[in-house]
């Protein structure tokens, strides 16, 4: 299991700051300062614990969790951040963040759950180990937990936070935890989570939002990322995707990429009950009616990025799709309701 080393962004200036050689203790695990500027570069998420273990004890520092929360903000997420950034409310960039999480740490789950303590107008947000062979590592928890507080605040411009659970013991004096999270703390609780009002939810995001970047960035990932719980049918959606206007939208190309045979791709789709050709038919579909409706890209090129032989095959192929010509979707985009079955971000 990998994260991005973006998660452990801003541990070498902390180090540094309290005294330490971040350098010296980076390289012990095979990592340098520059690499914590990548967007990209990945980490073993095994790793990244045990570099903040390791820290926290070099330097006699019980906090470096909660320390490390309080230098970063959310543009560690990359893209990511741009997508939750610009979501119309604070329970919808949650969502966004909840769906997407798998982009930049594949061990972390973030949901909206119900409030432990049962309070009416009270909800919760649980940050969420799943993957049983990751040692749990407190400092993580701590560090984790306390950037998604940060974020929040972000998010929503201020909150109130009624309360945090923590799974361990304190690391440090429990009014350091209460000083940074600003909420009376249950340790030991069994579960890493924020108690927020739910009216928080739907809060407006508190910075101007772009809803076509938010789409073009939701597009992007959903194009080249695939989440490790995904079925073998979303990952052949998502393989599709990538090679559809781009290279051939093949089965052995698809096969290949997925290292397996091609009959043994096919029998494996037929057990989710579906097949090669209904996916790329329907990726072509919805990339179509996404072109259609969001652009005034000439039919013939349309025909062209979705793999059809041109323009008269696409008029066809949007009459079985869509019960109307490729004009017709396109005037209707602009007047009217979308068309019924189709997938939109």
Request: contains cysteine.
């Amino acid at each position: 299991m990998e994260i991005r080393v973006a998660a452990i962004r801003g541990i070498d200036r902390l180090i540094d700051d309290l005294g330490g050689d971040a350098a010296g203790l980076l390289a012990q695990f095979g990592v340098s300062p520059g690499d914590l500027d990548s967007d990209h570069g990945l980490l073993p998420t095994v790793t990244a614990g045990r570099i903040l273990r390791r820290a926290a004890k070099n330097l006699e520092r019980p906090d470096l969790g909660l320390r490390l929360a309080a230098y970063q903000d959310m543009s560690m997420l990359g893209p990511l951040a741009l997508a939750v950034g610009n979501c119309d409310t604070v329970g919808e960039g949650l969502d966004c963040a909840s769906r997407f999480l798998f982009v930049h740490n594949q061990g972390i789950r973030l949901t909206r759950t119900d409030d432990p303590e049962r309070y009416a107008g009270v909800g919760a947000v649980e940050y969420r180990m799943v993957h049983p062979d990751i040692p749990y590592e407190p400092q993580t928890i701590d560090a984790g937990l306390g950037l998604l507080h940060r974020n929040l605040i972000t998010m929503s411009g201020g909150y109130d936070l009624l309360g945090v659970y923590l799974p361990h013991p304190p690391l440090t004096d429990e009014s350091v935890y209460a000083e940074f999270f600003g909420a009376p703390v249950r340790f030991n609780a069994g579960r890493a989570l924020l108690r927020v009002p739910t009216k928080l939810f739907a809060q407006p995001m508190s910075t101007p939002v772009n809803p076509e970047l938010r789409r073009m960035v939701v597009e992007y990932l959903e194009t080249h990322y695939t989440d490790p719980r995904d079925s073998l049918t979303t990952t052949v959606r998502s393989a599709v995707g990538r090679a559809l206007g781009t290279v051939p939208a093949r089965i052995d190309l698809v096969a290949e990429w997925l290292h397996m045979h091609p009959r043994t791709l096919q029998r494996r789709l037929a057990q989710e009950g579906t097949s090669f050709q209904a996916i790329l038919d329907d990726v072509r579909k919805n990339a179509a009616h996404r072109l259609l409706t969001g652009t005034d890209m000439p039919f013939s090129q349309v025909a062209s990025l979705v793999e059809l032989a041109g323009q008269a095959a696409l008029t066809r192929a949007a009459r079985r799709w869509f019960g109307r010509t490729p004009t017709q979707v396109r005037r209707d985009a602009r007047c009217g309701p979308p068309s019924p079955g189709v997938v939109r971000s």
